[in-house]
């Protein structure tokens, strides 16, 4: 990818990342020039691709987004306090110090979509254009997640991220929008993106239906479950269409090498020339890279509840084994990294349906997974909310959902077992959406240079 894709990629950085000490570090003498940046199909095709390679890299689907939203739970942990993810984890992080590169990142992408965006449509294939809007959406989703409090805590009253519809110019200070605002967006962008998309398998692409399984998770996280159930039900359906399904139990493990495309709907692809290196998830979660993610002991504790379960043979000590390869290759640093699974589908299918009190649905969509992991056990009676998260945290552990799944539902998380390390803080050892350190402060330097945004910073820091 990077191969095809490098001029036109540095030419964008050279567009939109110059160094200034102005908003999203732009130069102004470029900031015009952004629409004349694609003049082909070709260079449509290429700026998609410059989109994936920016959500390759380590600091973003690589391995940080990945990761942040497990050492923030109570499943995974730094193995040590000097681990690269031991700040997140441990929660020990201020304003003037924390990581700024799930804000860089994020917005980076909306960058390059809004240059596609606002080129000639001529150039730019419908398909292109829904995939510059779908990355967007999901662009600005994360932004939200990771600085802005969930939308349930105050029906997305307080500050998420900053919309940008447009390449800024050298002249704009804009200000953060609400969360409800930003997921007006995400959820506008992912409406108008469906329907251009195309209704077919691309492997490391957004498709139509990668995108509604986005959007149902949209609606899941903004508690619009009647919304998210309908949208996750007609992902699964358009799934199945296209020849997509769930791994059986046979396949399950093997099937983390090389057999993702069978049941995941977008992923980030990985090659030998072309991938994350030793900062990539798979390195870090590997016992012989940088090991520097494990599981807790009472995610292991929970694991063994169903000691027929087939996923403790991916956690089969505590190093997870998800992330060790692509099938041509056993190095893990080619492993691929899933972004949306057809098992997560149902799964938010089975909470809006608990949520929305059918429970018919509720046992249909939950008892997909249920069974698959063991074909011996399945789900009878009144399906409840803790059944439903609880099987989230075993079938996503290592792909980082569970910390934003316990805030979105105001779950309290608590760091028991002996494994967890004792330079953790009575805050980060047991919290809920009240810490102020469930969002990441706004980057000091967004903050230096934007004025309008100096009084927006996340309380607490």
Same mark, same amino acid.
Not at 121 to 147: C, E, H, M, S, W
Not at 433 to 455: F, H, Q, S, T
């Given at each position: ?14 567009? !939109? ?10 130069d ?14 070709t ?38 306090n ?8 441990? !929660?020990?992080y ?32 419908a ?15 994360d ?10 805590? &105050? ?7 900053v919309?940008m ?12 929008s ?59 359906? &358009?799934?199945?269409?296209n ?5 059986t ?42 090991k ?5 002991? &009472? ?6 509840? &169903? ?24 190095d ?46 399945s ?20 792909e980082?959902?569970? !910390? ?14 002996k ?8 805050a980060?050892?047991? !919290? ?30």
């Amino acid at each position: 990818m990077k191969k095809k894709n490098i001029f036109l990629y540095l030419t964008m950085s050279l567009l !939109f990342c110059s160094c200034d000490n102005t908003w999203m570090n732009l130069d102004p003498q470029y900031a015009v020039e952004t629409d004349k940046a694609i003049r082909s199909t070709t260079d449509a095709e290429y700026a998609i691709n410059g989109i994936y390679s920016t959500m390759q890299n380590y600091e973003y689907y690589g391995a940080r987004m990945t990761y942040y939203g497990d050492v923030t739970g109570e499943d995974a942990q730094a193995y040590s306090n000097t681990k690269r993810c031991a700040d997140f984890y441990l !929660f020990q992080y201020n304003k003037d110090n924390a990581p700024t590169s799930l804000w860089k990142f994020p917005y980076k992408v909306i960058r390059l979509a809004n240059n596609i965006l606002a080129a000639d449509p001529n150039f730019v294939p419908a398909d292109i254009k829904g995939q510059a809007l779908a990355l967007r959406a999901l662009a600005l989703f994360d932004v939200t997640r990771v600085y802005g409090y969930p939308y349930t805590k &105050d029906n997305g009253a307080s500050l998420g991220g900053v919309i940008m519809l447009k390449a800024p110019s050298y002249l704009d200070r804009p200000k953060r929008s609400t969360v409800a605002q930003c997921y007006d967006q995400v959820i506008a962008d992912l409406k108008e993106a469906i329907p251009l998309l195309t209704n077919s398998k691309k492997q490391g692409k957004m498709s139509q239906v990668a995108a509604k399984a986005l959007l149902a998770r949209v609606y899941l996280y903004k508690n619009d479950n009647v919304n998210a159930l309908a949208m996750a039900e007609e992902a699964i359906t &358009d799934a199945l269409a296209n020849k997509y399904r769930l791994w059986t139990n046979a396949e399950y493990v093997t099937a983390w090498v090389g057999g993702l495309d069978t049941e995941v709907l977008f992923k980030i692809i990985n090659t030998v020339t072309d991938n994350a290196s030793n900062e990539s998830i798979g390195y870090l979660y590997y016992e012989k890279g940088y090991k520097d993610i494990i599981a807790s002991d &009472d995610f292991k504790t929970l694991l063994k509840q &169903d000691a027929k379960d087939v996923r403790n043979l991916l956690v089969p000590s505590k190093y997870l084994l998800k992330f060790i390869g692509n099938g041509t290759d056993e190095d893990t640093r080619m492993s691929d990294v899933p972004v949306l699974r057809l098992s997560e589908v149902y799964l938010i299918a089975a909470e809006a349906a608990v949520k929305s009190l059918d429970n018919t649905k509720a046992l249909k969509y939950l008892n997909a997974i249920v069974t698959r992991a063991n074909p011996e056990k399945s789900v009878t009676g009144t399906v409840t909310l803790t059944q439903v998260l609880t099987e989230r945290r075993k079938e996503f552990f290592g792909e980082g959902h569970r !910390f934003f799944d316990a805030m979105r539902n105001g779950i309290t998380i608590e760091r028991k077992g002996k494994s967890h390390l004792t330079a953790l803080t009575d805050a980060a050892r047991k !919290f809920n959406w009240d810490y102020y350190k469930i969002v990441l402060p706004i980057p000091k330097y967004e903050m230096d240079a934007n004025p309008n945004m100096r009084d927006q910073q996340n309380s607490g820091y």
